[in-house]
T-cell receptor, first 116, second 109 residues
Framework: GAGVSQSPRYKVAKRGQDVALRCDPI?????LFWYQQALGQGPEFLTY????????KSGLPSDRFFAERPEGSVSTLKIQRTQQEDSAVYLC??????????????FGPGTRLTVT | AQSVSQHNHHVILSEAASLELGCNYS??????LFWYVQYPGQHLQLLLK??????LVKGIKGFEAEFIKSKFSFNLRKPSVQWSDTAEYFC???????FGTGTSLTVIP
């Protein structure tokens, strides 16, 4: 497809379960970003990859959150031992170039995670 | 600390009314400013951006924004809104990927 895709679109997890969220960026895009968007809030930065290198993970809220992009394309955001406060929409975005400050981000539809 | 403030959380306008959405930022470095829009059921997409040069930037669908450095502001404007402009609008500072909390715009036909 031409855009950023994410799967699953919806995920319900029981508290304590592990979840894995997938992002397929636009083909050839160098940079990939993950954001967390709580209800009524703007996207909050989680982490950023340039190719397979994770250059910034300062936004990850705890060590239960882990992201990877092993081959520089698809990325997975993993949340271990989910808590209710993890309930949010998780957005993935990609940019064509390296570095994030000036490049337009192309966003995926998001994965809505509900922890019960 | 870096932050982005959007003071209008929910705006309701009639068609043809003029629009101005406020955005103020606090960031000590070089600012790259963006406005993104999310139409109902759609992805976030770029409306316009400012890096340098002319502080008045024009974006898609008749939107424009003015960067006023002395006021740390980057307000979004449109002279005459349409029903199709109903959406969520986000201001962003990309020095560290910061987004505002968003403004929900409802345009009444």
């Amino acid at each position: 497809g031409a855009g950023v895709s994410q799967s699953p679109r919806y995920k319900v997890a029981k508290r304590g379960q592990d979840v894995a969220l997938r992002c397929d960026p636009i083909s050839g895009h160098v940079s990939l970003f993950w954001y967390q968007q709580a209800l009524g809030q703007g996207p909050e930065f989680l982490t950023y990859f340039q190719n397979e290198a994770q250059l910034d993970k300062s936004g990850l809220p705890s060590d239960r959150f882990f992201a990877e992009r092993p081959e520089g394309s698809v990325s997975t955001l993993k949340i271990q031992r989910t808590q209710q406060e993890d309930s949010a929409v998780y957005l993935c975005a990609s940019t064509i170039g390296a570095g994030g400050a000036q490049s337009e981000q192309y966003f995926g539809p998001g994965t809505r995670l509900t922890v019960t | 600390a870096q932050s982005v403030s959007q003071h209008n959380h929910h705006v309701i306008l009639s068609e043809a009314a003029s629009l101005e959405l406020g955005c103020n930022y606090s960031y000590g470095g070089t600012v790259n400013l963006f406005w993104y829009v999310q139409y109902p059921g759609q992805h976030l997409q770029l409306l316009l951006k400012y890096f340098s040069g002319d502080p008045l930037v024009k974006g898609i669908k008749g939107f424009e924004a003015e960067f006023i450095k002395s006021k740390f502001s980057f307000n979004l404007r449109k002279p005459s809104v349409q029903w199709s402009d109903t959406a969520e609008y986000f201001c962003a500072v990309r020095g560290q990927f910061y987004f505002g909390t968003g403004t929900s715009l409802t345009v009444i036909p």
